[in-house]
C-alpha cells in the first residue's frame, strides 16, 4: 500500500465531516425511539443494549486487572460476563457497576464524536471495538449478533455516501442514548415484583454495604443526564 493510499484512508477515518442538515438529527432520533418504545421493537433491539452492557462488564473488567473469561449473550436478550480475580475491592465493584451505564456513556462518547463531525471515526471505532469483544465470545448467538452488528458498521463506513454514514451514526447513538435509559426501568420493576434477586445492584450492595436502591438511583442518574448532554450535543443546542 503507498504512502498516498494510506494518507486518504487516514483522512477519510479521522478527518472533519460536515454536519448533517438539522432534519436528519431529528428523523434519526424519532426512528431511534421506534425502535425502543414499542414492546415488540424492543424485544429485537434490545440485543444491541445487551453487546454494549456486557461488553462494558468485560473492558471495565481488563482495565481493573482481572481475567476475563468469556462473554455469553442469549437470543432472550440477556447476557453473562465472566471474569477471574479477586471477589471483592474495587475492580469487582467497577466491574459490576459498569454494565447498565455503558450503552449510555458511550452514546455519550458518540455524540460527542458527532458533535465534532468525526462521524466516519465513530463508524471505524464501533467496528473496531466489535472485533475485540468478538475474540471474548463464547456461544454460537453471541457470535452472530456481534459479527452482524460489526459488519454493519464496516459496511456503512466503508461502501455508502457521507449523508448515509451520517443518517446511520446519528440513528445508533441516538437508540444508546435513548436505549440506555429503558432497562434501569425495567430492572426497577423486576425487583419490585422479586424477580432479580442477583441483579448488578444486589452484587454491588453486597459488595459495598450500600443498598441496591442506591446503586439503582445512580444507574438513573447516569443514564438520564447522558441522554440530556448527549442530545444537546446532537441538536447542537
Known amino acids: 500500500m503507498d504512502t498516498g493510499h494510506i494518507t486518504d484512508v487516514w483522512d477519510r477515518v479521522f478527518g472533519i465531516q460536515p454536519d448533517p442538515p438539522p432534519w436528519l438529527v431529528v428523523v434519526t432520533a424519532v426512528l431511534a425511539l421506534g425502535a425502543i418504545a414499542p414492546y415488540r421493537a424492543w424485544r429485537l433491539s434490545r440485543n444491541a443494549i445487551t453487546i454494549a452492557h456486557e461488553g462494558g462488564h468485560g473492558l471495565i473488567a481488563l482495565l481493573s486487572g482481572r481475567r476475563l473469561s468469556g462473554i455469553r449473550l442469549h437470543s432472550d436478550t440477556s447476557g453473562l460476563t465472566v471474569s477471574r480475580g479477586k471477589p471483592t475491592g ?71 455516501a457521507p449523508d448515509v454514514q451520517a443518517a446511520f451514526a446519528y440513528a445508533v447513538v441516538w437508540f444508546l442514548l435513548l436505549g440506555g435509559v429503558r432497562p434501569p426501568f425495567e430492572l426497577q420493576g423486576k425487583r419490585r415484583r422479586g424477580r432479580a434477586g442477583d441483579s448488578d445492584p444486589d452484587q454491588l450492595a453486597r459488595l459495598t454495604r450500600l443498598p441496591a436502591a442506591v446503586w439503582l438511583g445512580l444507574f438513573h442518574l447516569v443514564t438520564l443526564c447522558s441522554l440530556a448532554g448527549g442530545g444537546r450535543w446532537l441538536l447542537n443546542l
Open 90 to 160: 474495587l475492580g469487582m465493584i467497577l466491574t459490576a457497576a459498569a454494565g447498565y451505564i455503558t450503552p449510555s456513556l458511550l452514546g455519550l462518547l458518540g455524540a460527542w464524536l458527532l458533535a465534532s463531525g468525526h462521524i466516519t471515526a465513530l463508524l471505524w471505532g464501533a467496528t473496531a471495538l466489535l472485533a475485540a469483544m468478538l475474540l471474548m465470545i463464547r456461544n454460537a448467538y453471541g457470535v452472530l449478533t456481534v459479527v452482524l452488528a460489526g459488519a454493519a458498521f464496516f459496511l456503512v463506513s466503508w461502501l455508502t
